[in-house]
């Protein structure tokens, strides 16, 4: 079927901030991490001319210690750490760049987890988390750190016009083994994605997360944020802008009056509205499956996908054709959480050697609902409720009559949000259906029901 | 002359004396025409004579336990027999006949097992295979392998024979006769039942839309294999039907009342109801198509009940 087909090929992304190193962390834990290089340069940034005389990992890293920090989560009554990641300062009274992922657990419950930094340069100290950005997995913090050199961001990686395999100096502590700087190249944005990322081929491991990407003259250009499993080298960075727009959005901001979780909730749901509409602006086209016609998005931020059992064996009985286009505009949320995806899919059945009822049997198995959970139900998601029924849509000449089911599901925590599946089946024919499915998560209720009525009215008889 | 006749607890024959004196006397002791070895009848309990219009007639000796009529709670000093209904003294039935008494006229071989039993016996047996056929055969969408016809076919008819072989031995220990055949109805109609029930559901889910048929499902199920249960231990025995009903319809209350609390927790650790979405030929749809409109109004509606679900599974951890 599609999703496996899809599901092989597109194989998710791992953040790089906690998963292995929390399960690994039993053995590789060594309590203070100090750096072996001393402090060299003092100022923020080496100037051009004499970085680019330097260029070369040992000259790039010889800056880095004073301002690259290790950013640990820790359970605020054990004092240990429960994950780690990275992060750098960007201004001299201590504000530094994280990923959201990194603190994420500090932000949702700041009672039971607390943060401290370690240095590069061997200072330690405490972390206030300031602001977030959810969409792009970043977070301003505060260290207890002043008078410190810091990392300015790359001009040409503001404006988006880095030249395709410029040099990039990926820095962090993976899997808290200690502070490392990697060599890769940039590779431009991601395709097919609804968040710029830039796509950095080089070994970026967990534990990196939030440590920056800098080019040759130390400037940075992004984020470590996720690497992908099953690639070679594939690794993603959030580019720099986002950072500098966090910093300047964030820095006024006074710990104390900030109510990160609100915020978290807040900004999902106006970035998952945002999305929405930007799909149903980006708008459908007409596709044409057998005797049908069905919308496809034009949005290109999705991933599209074909498979059919053709080739399967033994010989099927009845064909599949199936096409589906994916989104994984998903989030991550919390440590346990990740959600967001969209899919449009569609699997055109025709009976080759089926009876009626054999064929309504291929159907079932087809249009089943599918409502996939980004975390445990019982901590994240209302009781799933669906809704089943025949419908005829005007007029009929162009409409087949359907059997629609529609699912969804609430988000406990999030009010307004919803995980909604609607899959339909045509019904004028007894050896041939179209079985149509839009997997819409983490979305307003009302924008879930404009999109499945324009998605059910587009499912017509091909003309 | 006077026949005396022993009745078991389940009423059948279990001691017949012939007595020809006129007036016969009945105890423990060894002067007595009939001797019984019940420690609860006196050495004299009762005699038994003709009256004056020549009826047979029970009369307490005395005793300490007394003389009642069959199940009756309500001592009687004496007592008129009609050769049907047996008196009870101690912890023993009698039945008391005259020589005249009337017995039955001769049934003729072989009127007593009619076909018709067979009959149904095999047809519904037959009818049971070809459901279970059917439904193999619907839900058959790639290569058809003889064994998955002969798998679920053999298993039924393996069920089928134990149920029915417990019950026959159940039936055998209790009232001496197994009934095979009439065990074997009794589950035949109800898988029957069964079969017929649950394909019923699956079309009506499909064809009315009806989702709670299917949903609740599970009630109808006990509540046929109640009825089930109830026919066979009608069947062991006619005696205290009211207990078995009772004992039945307890038993099918808590099994209804275990899975119906069972599915409700299972609902609540995974919010996914236990229902598949079933699909038929579209030929079978039996219910107008829905306007747009109405569709959506009803999937809107959906909203409030989520909404309430947020808000009682949110109650409990305000205070964060």
Known sequence: MTQDVGGRRRVAGVRLGRGFVRTVSALLWRGVIVAALGAIGITGVPSGASAQSLAGADTVYASAPPRLLQIRTLLADAGRQTSTGSGFLVSADGLAITNYHVVSDAALEPKTYRLEYTGADGTQGGVTLLAVDLPNDLALVRVDKHDAPFFTFDKAALEGSLPKGERLYSLGNPLDLGFTIIEGTYNGLVEHSYNDHIHFTGALNPGMSGGPAVNAQGQVVGVNVATRRGGQLISFLVPARFAAALLIRGKDIRPEAADLRKDVVAQLASWRGALYKSLAEEGFHDRVFGSYQAPETHAAWFECWASTNASASPKPRASINSTSCKADASVYVASDLNTGTVEINHSYAKSIDLNQFQFATVLTQLAQPRLTLGGTFRKWYTPQHCHEDFVGIAPPADHPPLRVLWCAQGYREFDGLYDVAVVAVTQDRADEALVSRLNLQAIAYDDALRLGRSFLERLQVAR | ?320
């Open chain 2, 1 to 320: 002359m006077i026949w005396i006749e022993i009745l078991s607890k389940h009423r059948e024959v279990a001691g017949r004396f012939r007595v020809d004196a006129t007036e016969i006397s009945i105890g423990r002791g060894y002067d007595n025409h009939v001797i019984l070895d019940d420690p609860y009848v006196a050495a004299r309990h009762v005699r038994i004579f003709r009256d004056a219009d020549g009826r047979l007639v029970a009369e307490d000796l005395g005793s300490a336990n007394g003389l009642y009529l069959d199940r009756s709670r309500s001592r009687k000093p004496q007592l008129v027999l009609d050769g049907v209904q047996p008196i009870r003294i101690g912890q023993t039935l009698l039945r008391i006949r005259d020589a005249a008494h009337a017995v039955e006229p001769e049934r003729l071989v072989g009127s007593e097992r009619s076909a018709l039993p067979v009959v149904a016996a095999i047809g519904l047996g037959a009818a049971l295979l070809a459901i279970n056929a059917i439904t193999v055969w619907f839900a058959q969408t790639s290569e058809a392998h003889l064994s998955d016809y002969l798998v679920p076919s053999l298993t039924m008819v393996g069920v089928v024979a134990a149920w029915v072989g417990i019950w026959a031995l159940l039936a055998r220990l209790f009232s001496g006769r197994s009934q095979v055949l009439r065990h074997l109805l009794i589950a035949e109609a109800g898988l029957t039942a069964f079969c017929i029930y649950s394909e019923f559901a699956q079309i009506a889910a499909f064809a009315l839309t009806w989702a709670a048929v299917f949903t609740y499902g599970y009630v109808v199920s006990w509540t046929v294999i109640a009825a089930t249960c109830f026919l066979h231990l009608r069947a062991v025995g006619r005696t205290h039907l009211v207990a078995k009903g009772v004992v039945v319809g307890v038993l099918l209350v808590v099994a209804i009342a275990v899975q119906t609390l069972q599915r409700s927790e299972a609902f609540a650790n995974s919010g996914r109801p236990n229902v598949s979405h079933v699909l038929m030929p579209p030929s079978l749809r039996l219910v107008p198509l829905r306007q747009e409109q109405f569709f959506f109004d009803s999937v809107a509606a959906l909203k409030a009940k989520l909404d309430a679900d947020r808000a009682e599974l949110k109650a409990p951890g305000v205070e964060r």
